[in-house]
């Protein structure tokens, strides 16, 4: 059965005998035999591309994969590029390493003539469409297309059809400590709790609240709230700190403003500390001050 489904592709001695080997850009003569063709490619000649933004390829789910290839064959071919020396994955590096592990000697697979720049962004645009990538991964994808091809936000938002606050709300969680990322990566806490958490700037409370996340099991709205509840003591406790100031600081904020003819501003707080803070209009009134303060 493996058999017919790699019938879809056509040898490579069909398409891509010696006049075709030098062949590396659209613009050469020969390119349109390749481009868009489904080849059987060996995979020994395939390199993997150095840009896959997947790091970490689960073995169980590998090996099941495989043991499916083996019974019905690669039903979706890989894309990869002519390279001088054979071919470069863009996409499809699962199947890629599940058919070797299957044994497989050739695989079938689109051919696509780009540049490493293009080669870059398909793969990433490619793999930032699948649903099996975590949030980091796909964070670390759109970080590469911004940087490494030179893209705005606005420009990602429409190459991938993605909403430009997507795209924000998953590079804010490249800013969570990396053991917060990890818990992300692992499954342990959601890509909704590493929003959350992008709000606490102190690591130490940052990495305290997503391990309170797993041991207690709380849910994304659970932790808003707590985060709201810190919030609203935070900011009672600078309401708290607003003292009155004394008669004794008041009497000596009007007596300045008349002897120096300007106002003055004395803060004040519950400790005894603050400063007084002389306001000047011109470089006249402020030597002016200077003098009288001697």
Known sequence: MAKNKRALGRGLS????????????????GAESLVGNILEVELDSITVNPHQPRIYFDPEALQDLSD???ELGVIQPITVRKSKDGFELISGERRF???????????????????????LEMALVENIQRQDLDAIEVALSYE????????????????????????TNYLRLLKLEPSVQNAIRSGEISMGHGRALTAVEDAKQQMSL?????SQGLSVRQIEAILQQRKEKNIQTVVSEKQP???EVKNTQNFLEDKYQTKVDIKWTSQGKGKIIFDFDSLEQFNRIKNLLG
């Open 210 to 214: 997503c391990d309170q996340i797993i």
């Open 68 to 70: 499916s290839i083996k």
């Open 97 to 119: 390493r599940a058919s070797k592990l299957a044994g497989l000697e050739t695989i079938p697979a689109y051919i696509r003539l780009a540049n490493d720049t293009e080669m």
């Open 245 to 247: 100031k004394p008669l």
């Open 14 to 29: 069909a398409l891509l005998n010696d006049s075709h080997s030098s062949i590396e850009s659209a613009q050469d003569k």
């Open 144 to 167: 590469k297309l911004i940087e490494e091809i030179s893209l705005t936000q606005e420009e990602l938002s429409r190459r991938v059809g993605k909403k430009r606050s997507t795209i």
